[in-house]
Every structure is written in structure tokens, then in C-alpha cells.
């Protein structure tokens, strides 16, 4: 399976608060775990990433929590702030798939000020 | 300047014309790629190349072509647009298959 199934689709959240997005995925074989942050008008531009040898990568208020043996993989965002208000992609990439990227549907954020 | 520029932004055209998005790259990257974005579906590959002489379909290339004229530039044709190949399409680039460079993206509709 090459799905990564990502939720919710939509998020709202206070300023302050914490975001967080859950992304799972099937395909043992994926090797990197990037999140993509995308603001209206604008292309995908790479957040923070992970590899699965690690639990927890943070990034100032970005972290990638990894569950691999639940194959399933969060973006938490710590104080979030009114310009965090974006869609966000989980995807997932493997050598043996040939370094294709298989991309999540994205969730809208919007942090209310 | 942008590293990762596609003309035209916006478009709009009629069911059965040609059509052909082009990217252009300043970043040196052998791998470019092109993707289409629906709402709630993500992104989805269309095609991808790993250089000039390299060119791959992705999960969805039905109704699509794609030429590599150098190794900055990746163009993406429709030969006879539907209307459910309205949506915003993406060009990106990369060094290996980790982060990915997109570019600003064309709007496309076909009525």
C-alpha cells in the first residue's frame, strides 16, 4: 500500500494553543517522513522531516512525533500562532520505491487570533 | 529570483484544446517533477525525471505528456484538455528524493 491517510482535514485552533496533525501510513519500506507547509498562492515548501530511526525531531515549535511500530507519524505545533494558518502535508518517500513521494490530502489550519 | 518559476500562473481553456505548462529551474537539481493539488486529495504525481534522458509516469499520467528540453526545464502538455483536469499543478525540483522545491504553481481550468 502506498496511501498515507492523513487527519483532520481541517483544524482550527486559538492562538497559544497546540496543533496537531496525525498522519498514517501503510508501506514498511518508507524511509523519510517530511511535512509540508503550504501558504495560499504559494508552492509546498518543506517544514521539518524525520527519519524513522528517531522518535521525536523538534524545530522551534514544529516537533514530528514517529510511532513506527504503529506506522504512524504527528506534527505538533507548540503556541501556534496566527501566521501558522497554512496547509500541511504529511508524505512519506522510500529508496526501494525510487525516492517517489507519496504525499498525505493535507490539513487546513487556521489559528484564531 | 525565484529558483523554481512555471508560466503561465492562471489559465483557462476549453474542452479538447492543447495545453502546455512549463517549469523552469535555477537550482542546478537533476530531479524535477509535476504534480497536480485537488482539494482533499493532495498532491499526486504526474510524471518525474531523474534527468534529461530519464522520464517516468507517476500514479496518474492518463492524459498527460511531459517533455525534458534541458536539465532546468520540464514541461507538461495536455493534448486534448477535459474539465476534470482543472486544478492547480505544481513543478518541483530536488537533489535526491528528499526535500522537494516546488514552484509557485498554474491554476488551470479547462471549461
Known amino acids: 500500500q502506498q496511501q498515507v491517510k492523513q487527519s483532520p482535514q481541517s483544524l482550527i485552533v486559538q492562538k497559544g494553543g497546540i496543533s496537531i496533525i496525525n498522519c498514517a501510513y501503510e508501506?514498511?519500506?518508507?524511509?523519510?517522513f517530511p511535512w509540508y507547509q503550504q501558504f495560499p498562492g504559494k508552492g509546498p515548501a518543506l517544514l521539518i522531516a524525520?527519519?524513522?530511526?528517531?522518535s521525536e525531531k523538534k524545530e522551534g515549535r514544529f516537533t514530528i512525533s514517529f510511532n513506527k511500530s504503529a506506522k504512524q507519524f504527528s506534527l505538533h505545533i507548540m503556541d501556534s500562532q496566527p501566521g501558522d494558518s497554512a496547509t500541511y502535508f504529511c508524505?512519506?518517500?522510500?529508496?526501494?520505491?525510487?525516492?517517489?513521494?507519496?504525499f498525505g490530502a493535507g490539513t487546513r489550519l487556521f489559528v484564531k487570533a | 529570483d525565484a529558483d523554481v518559476t512555471q508560466t503561465p500562473r492562471n489559465r483557462i481553456t476549453k474542452t479538447g484544446k492543447r495545453i502546455m505548462l512549463e517549469c523552469s529551474q535555477t537550482?542546478?537539481?537533476?530531479?524535477m517533477y509535476w504534480y497536480r493539488q485537488d482539494p482533499g486529495l493532495g498532491l499526486r504525481l504526474i510524471y518525474y525525471?531523474?534527468?534529461?534522458?530519464?522520464?517516468n509516469k507517476g500514479e496518474i499520467s492518463d492524459g498527460y505528456s511531459v517533455s525534458r528540453q534541458a536539465q532546468a526545464k520540464f514541461s507538461l502538455s495536455l493534448e486534448s484538455a477535459i474539465p476534470n483536469q482543472t486544478a492547480l499543478y505544481f513543478c518541483?525540483?530536488?537533489?535526491?528524493?528528499?526535500?522537494?522545491?516546488f514552484g509557485p504553481g498554474t491554476r488551470l481550468t479547462v471549461l
Open positions: 518541483a525540483t530536488s537533489v535526491t528524493s528528499n526535500e522537494q522545491f
Open positions: 508501506n514498511t519500506a518508507f524511509d523519510y
Open positions: 524525520i527519519r524513522p530511526d528517531v
Open positions: 508524505a512519506a518517500s522510500s529508496r526501494s520505491g525510487g525516492f517517489k513521494t507519496i
Open positions: 537550482k542546478g537539481h537533476d530531479r
Open positions: 525525471s531523474f534527468d534529461v534522458k530519464d522520464i
